[in-house]
């Protein structure tokens, strides 16, 4: 079990779909990410979120949308996806501030496109 | 930009010893993270380092240069639940870059 917590677990869902990512964390941190990671790959950046204010975009599509409604909780709004978007989603958090802060992952949602 | 190596593959037998190396060339650089990835599951943070020298946190051990760009990762007494794949990340700013991970098979 890990204390940062993604639902659903898994998600199918067709191209016209409109469906959310939910993470949330308890731990006080003040950081939050979204990674992509395809099958035997690493996990890529997709956004970062300090003091819910998003930070970094990695020239996403507008196709996901993040959301940070407060200091605990990260949302990914889904919409017309392709079937490349087919990945597991990561959610992570850190603490902001000083070095040798790790990110603490959540077990993900895997998601199909159909 | 970001280049992160690291080989794709490494066996071992259990208990035994394994040294997963990561070079790095990144735009920027506020550290070296460690993780382990169980197929199917979260990636857990294992080790960070700064400096140079050597981090040691039970049987994995963890070391940096940053003059060479170069860390590697120490298992040592291999068990068999060490079978997974590790992934070395450069910190920039709290963005991390990973390398594309070594998958280890401990063999009885």
């Known amino acids: 079990d890990t204390e940062v917590t993604q639902t659903p677990k898994h998600l199918v869902m067709g191209m016209t779909n409109k469906k959310s990512l939910k993470c949330e964390q308890h731990?006080?941190?003040?950081?939050m990410y979204w990674y992509k990671q395809k099958a035997k790959k690493p996990p890529e950046l997709m956004f970062v979120?300090?003091?819910?204010?998003?930070?970094i975009n990695e020239s996403v599509p507008s196709r996901f949308s993040p959301e940070c409604p407060n200091s605990s909780l990260l949302n990914l709004h889904l919409h017309a996806l392709q079937p490349e978007d087919s990945a597991l989603y990561l959610c992570?958090?850190?603490?902001?501030?000083?070095?040798?802060?790790?990110?603490?992952f959540g077990d993900g949602t895997r998601l199909s496109i159909l | 930009g970001q280049n992160i190596d690291q080989p794709t593959e490494m066996t071992a037998t259990e208990g035994a010893i394994v040294q997963i190396n990561c070079t790095y060339q990144t735009s920027g650089f506020n550290g070296l993270f460690w993780y382990q990835q169980h197929a199917g599951e979260a990636p857990t943070f294992l080790s960070y380092n700064v400096l140079d020298g050597l981090e040691e946190k039970g049987r994995f051990s963890s070391f940096l240069s940053r003059s060479k760009g170069y860390s590697y990762l120490l298992l040592k007494e291999l068990q068999m639940k060490d079978s997974a794949s590790y992934l070395c990340a450069a910190n920039n700013d709290y963005k991390l870059s990973f390398g594309a991970g070594t998958t280890v098979t401990v063999r009885a």
């Open positions: 731990m006080g941190h003040r950081a």
């Open positions: 992570a958090s850190s603490p902001l501030g000083g070095e040798g802060q790790p990110q603490h």
């Open positions: 979120y300090s003091y819910e204010k998003l930070s």
